[in-house]
Nanobody, 121 residues
């Protein structure tokens, strides 16, 4: 069983920074990709940033140039550095890990419990 635990959320003023962390119960090398999603109140969950096992990254247009996803494999942790935060970045941020579980199951997604980020104007 995979467990993901996010931390680092909180209240910050517009223009400020936060760094989220996602601690995985297993080695990051076992996952095909690690992502950060967010869900604002009343809205659908959306992809924020993605990190493949090969090290390539991908960002949603609304965070490009402001957010950076990275990993520390020795700590089994994925980070999301968030700079120049805006009130519209307010949401619960979730860590997602995707792993190939074999031909029968295919890819399986694992989710953390989420961490709240609130950006005040």
């Amino acid at each position: 069983q995979v467990h993901l635990v996010e931390s680092g959320g909180g209240l910050v003023q517009a223009g400020g920074s936060l760094r989220l962390a996602c601690l995985a119960s297993g080695t990051l090398f076992s996952f095909n990709r690690m992502d950060w999603y967010r869900q604002a109140a009343g809205k659908q969950r959306e992809l924020v940033a993605a990190l493949s096992s090969g090290g390539s990254t991908n960002y949603a247009d609304f965070v490009k140039g402001r957010f950076t996803i990275s990993s520390d494999n020795s700590r089994n942790t994925v980070y999301l550095q968030m700079n120049s935060l805006k009130p519209e970045d307010t949401a619960v941020y979730y860590c997602n890990a995707r792993r190939w579980e074999g031909a029968v199951v295919g890819f399986k997604d694992y989710w953390g419990q989420g961490t709240q980020v609130t950006v005040s104007s």
